[in-house]
């Protein structure tokens, strides 16, 4: 590795300077996660993914949401379709399909089956198109599971719910072949037995079991007079099952609330009988999204928080990622914030093959544990994390750019590889593509190991000139680069950043300060660095 300095810093900033340079050299000694390849999808109208996995033949499905009829999508039936995309192993499209009506469809989740077909879990609006059934009165949604073959083409579908809004949220396949769906009802009537709040007004946390076939075993609504809405529900190894969610509410089933909305987790036996239920949180807002079963046999739950007391500890700044690892018995044993000064939302986790943690969610801050935020306060960016298992960060990334990034859903091929779906409006940084209004965009990163990236570095000749500079530099490498090109000051903060296709790369530096820069080039194979000097025009 080489360093090419060519104007040093002055006598006042010299210290500043050699710490950046020990600080750049020493970086190179430790891992970070590299884009390999990123995709844009869809059309003029909008989609918004909101489920990625892994499939059988090493691509990838992805379902979420359309209003396009045109580029990437073709087969809209109306206002909003679930939109299901199978990608290759190289994130190229090779089938999609519109599944829904003339009205809304809103997916949730996707997963293969044995038979490499694709059960798709949604809410629905819809009385017509792929749409058998319509439970609830006009306006007003169902849950809606789908079953297709390995080609996305419909083989059946079922509606449950009530005659007021039924929105599902969590999903499971079970042991036995079924499935758990779970979500919030307002409804009181048809599949759903029971409501203790309000009817078309207060949601409860409404869980059900389905066969293979998508048929009623058991249903059970729970909670209280305010709100309460279930979000993840896991399968535990003992056979019962973990459901997940929030609840506003202090009375019928809920036993306990801090204040504002708490998680809460409830623990069902395989016939649908609440064991016990425990809420977490503080005074404020705690909104979960994922929960996973732990090797020691306990839990680790994950969401945002912008509570600061309660079971809630060094919240950073508004919302914070929130990981709270629990025993057998539902007791805390750890519980961790991440973030920075703005807010964080967590809105997907998994545990890795070494029982570590990896959560994936947005991000608005550039400070506290997020190294970097390309956009406005206003416009959030994905950031991905990874945890010990004791909680303890190993590594983050921020990936985007200056519009906004949302909705995210990472899957985890290994425990240095990883795909994320999500949203995003935005035409640069990380995104190469845009179709419009926003599009999916999927991404594959992975984690090079510090003695991969060590052995990778090349001694590769950097020129930068004319240095010093006023406007404009030049950079020359002895061969073609693709990858990412970072700018930084002297106190180790990004000031550029640029996606790169070229031996010869011309970089406009008007906007900068006078003072010392170093330029850092990125991509899966090396890494090259170069320092130079902005002077003004006197």
Known sequence: MQFFIFNLPTKNTMKNFLSLLFIFYSSFCFSQPVIEWQENLGGSNGELPFSIDQTADSGFIVVGDSG?????????????????VKLDAAGVIT??????????????????????????TASVWSTDGDIGFHYGLEYNSDFWVVKTDSLGNLVWEKTYGGSMDDFLRAFEPTTDGGYMIGGESRSDDFDVSEHYGVAGLTSDFWVVKIDSAGNIEWEHAIGGMEGDECLDIIEASDGSYMALGFTASVDGDVLTNHGGTDFWLVQFSAEGEIIWQKTYGGSDSDYPCSIHETGDGGFIMAGKTISTDGDVTSNHGIFDFWAVKIDTSGDILWQQCYGGSRSEEAFDMHITNDNGFIFCGTSASSDGDVSVHYGSIYYPDIWVMRTDVSGVMEWQKTFGGSDIENDPAITVLSDSVFVFAASTTSTDFDITSFYGNPDYWVVKFKFIEASTQISNEKKSLMTVYPNPAVDEIQIDLNEFVSGELFIYNLLGEIVGREEIYSANIHLDISGLEPGQYFIRINNPEESYTATFTKIDHN
Do not use: M, R
């Open 68 to 84: 396009s009829d045109d580029f990437d999508v073709s087969g809209n039936h109306g206002s909003s379709d679930i939109w299901l």
């Open 95 to 120: 089938w999609q399909k519109c599944l829904g009506g003339s009205y809304i469809e809103h997916a949730e989740d996707v997963y293969q089956t044995p038979d490499h077909g694709y059960i798709i």
